[in-house]
C-alpha cells in the first residue's frame, strides 16, 4: 500500500511518539502531556497521521482512547522507529564528545615502545568507546604514513620537513652512548676511542641515527665499522654482551642503566644529543573528536616530565 499524503506525514517522529504515548496512557490527554502538547494540538497530529495512513488509528471510549488494530500495528513499529532515532542520537553525540569512534596512529619505535603504552591506558580509561590501531615503524615510515593519509597521527623523532604533514614538538629526549659495565671506565670517550669500537646503529630512516650521525659529524667522527640492527632491544643486549658502542634514547635505556646493566658515556667535545619528539598530522585534515581526546591525553601524560609517560621494561 502507499500512504495517501506521503511518507514525511506518517514519519514524523513526534506524531509516531503521539501513537505510542496513546497505546500506553490510554488517552489522548496523557499522551498530550508526555510529548509536551495541548491535548487540541495532539488530536489534529494524530488526525493528519491517519489521513495520511487512510486508516483509523484512535477509537474514542467511554474510559478515554484506544488503538484500532491498524493503530497496534503502527504503534509497534513506531516505538522501534523511535528506538532507532533515539540509539542514532546517542551515538552521533558519542561520536562529536569523542567517546566512541576509531583512532589510526603510527609511531616510530621509541615513542611507540617507551611513550605510547602508558598514552594509551590513560586514553584508554578515559574514551573506552574509542578503537585505536597503532602502527610501529621508523620515523621516514611513519611521516610517509601520515603525508599519505593512511594514518590520522603519527609519533616520530625529529624528521625532515615533509609537503603536507604539520609537526608539533610535545617532548623533549636525549641520545646517551651506551656501553656494556667494565667495557669503558671514564664517563666520556674520546673521538679516537670512539672510532676503535664497533658502532651499532639503528636502521636508514630512523631518527636515533640520524640525530646521531648529525652530532658525532659535528667533531669530526667517521665511523669505521658499523653494524645495522632495526631494534632497540637487540641493540641494548648486543651492546650488553661487549658487540660494541651505541646510542640510543634515553628512554630506551634508562632501566637499563639504572639496574648497571649498561653503562653511559658522552663524547668529548659533543654537546647533550637533545632532540624533539614530534607530534604528525596532515595540514588538511580535520581533527576529530577522537584525534582531539587523544592529544589532549598526550599533552596530560607528558606535560610533567619524560618519565610522567614512561612505561618500565
Given at each position: ?13 513526534l506524531r509516531?511518539?503521539?501513537l505510542?504515548?496513546v ?8 499522551a498530550?502531556v508526555a510529548c ?12 493528519t ?6 486508516q ?5 471510549t467511554?474510559?478515554?482512547s484506544?488503538l484500532?488494530?491498524a493503530?497496534?500495528?503502527m504503534s509497534?513499529h513506531?516505538?522501534r522507529?523511535l ?13 562529536r564528545d569523542?567517546e566512541i569512534?576509531s583512532l589510526?596512529?603510527?609511531a ?9 603504552p602508558?598514552v594509551?591506558?590513560?586514553f584508554?580509561?578515559r ?5 585505536v590501531?597503532l602502527?610501529i ?7 610517509e ?5 593512511e594514518?590520522q ?9 615533509t609537503p603536507?604533514?604539520?609537526v608539533?614538538p610535545f617532548?623533549?629526549d ?10 669503558h671506565r671514564?664517563s ?9 669500537r ?14 646521531a ?8 667522527y667517521?665511523?669505521?665499522?658499523v ?9 641494548k ?6 658487540l ?6 634515553r ?5 637499563e ?17 637533545s632532540?624533539?619528539?614530534?607530534l ?6 580535520h ?5 582531539q ?11 610533567s ?9
Amino acid at each position: 500500500m502507499r500512504f495517501q499524503n506521503g511518507m514525511s506525514q506518517v514519519l514524523d517522529p513526534l506524531r509516531l511518539r503521539l501513537l505510542v504515548e496513546v497505546g500506553r496512557h490510554g488517552s489522548i490527554a496523557g499522551a498530550a502531556v508526555a510529548c509536551g502538547l495541548r491535548q487540541p494540538s495532539a488530536t489534529k497530529h494524530l488526525q493528519t497521521l491517519e489521513a495520511a495512513v487512510g486508516q483509523p488509528l484512535v477509537r474514542r471510549t467511554s474510559r478515554g482512547s484506544q488503538l484500532t488494530e491498524a493503530g497496534r500495528v503502527m504503534s509497534q513499529h513506531a516505538a522501534r522507529m523511535l528506538g532507532t532515532l533515539r540509539a542514532m542520537e546517542d551515538e552521533l553525540r558519542a561520536l562529536r564528545d569523542g567517546e566512541i569512534g576509531s583512532l589510526s596512529i603510527a609511531a616510530s619505535t621509541t615513542p611507540g615502545a617507551y611513550v605510547l603504552p602508558s598514552v594509551l591506558k590513560c586514553f584508554a580509561e578515559r574514551h573506552p568507546g574509542v578503537d585505536v590501531t597503532l602502527a610501529i615503524g621508523p620515523s621516514d615510515r611513519v611521516v610517509e604514513q601520515v603525508a599519505r593519509r593512511e594514518v590520522q597521527l603519527g609519533l616520530a623523532g625529529e624528521t625532515a620537513a615533509t609537503p603536507g604533514v604539520v609537526v608539533e614538538p610535545f617532548l623533549d629526549d636525549e641520545l646517551v652512548g651506551i656501553v656494556a659495565p667494565g667495557a669503558h671506565r671514564a664517563s666520556r670517550m674520546t673521538v679516537a676511542e670512539l672510532a676503535a669500537r664497533t658502532l651499532l646503529m639503528r636502521e636508514r630512516g630512523s631518527s636515533t641515527r640520524a640525530t646521531a650521525e648529525r652530532y658525532l659529524a659535528s667533531v669530526g667522527y667517521t665511523p669505521v665499522k658499523v653494524w645495522e640492527i632495526d631494534s632497540n632491544e637487540a641493540i641494548k643486549r648486543s651492546v650488553a654482551a661487549g658487540l660494541g658502542v651505541a646510542f640510543v634514547s634515553r628512554l630506551v635505556a634508562e632501566d637499563e642503566l639504572a639496574r648497571g646493566e649498561l653503562a653511559e658515556f658522552a663524547v668529548t667535545g659533543v654537546h647533550p644529543m637533545s632532540r624533539p619528539i614530534l607530534l604528525l598530522r596532515a595540514d588538511d585534515s580535520h581533527l576529530t573528536p577522537a584525534q582531539q581526546a587523544f592529544i589532549a591525553t598526550l599533552t596530560d601524560c607528558c606535560a610533567s616530565s619524560i618519565a610522567a609517560c614512561v612505561v618500565p621494561s
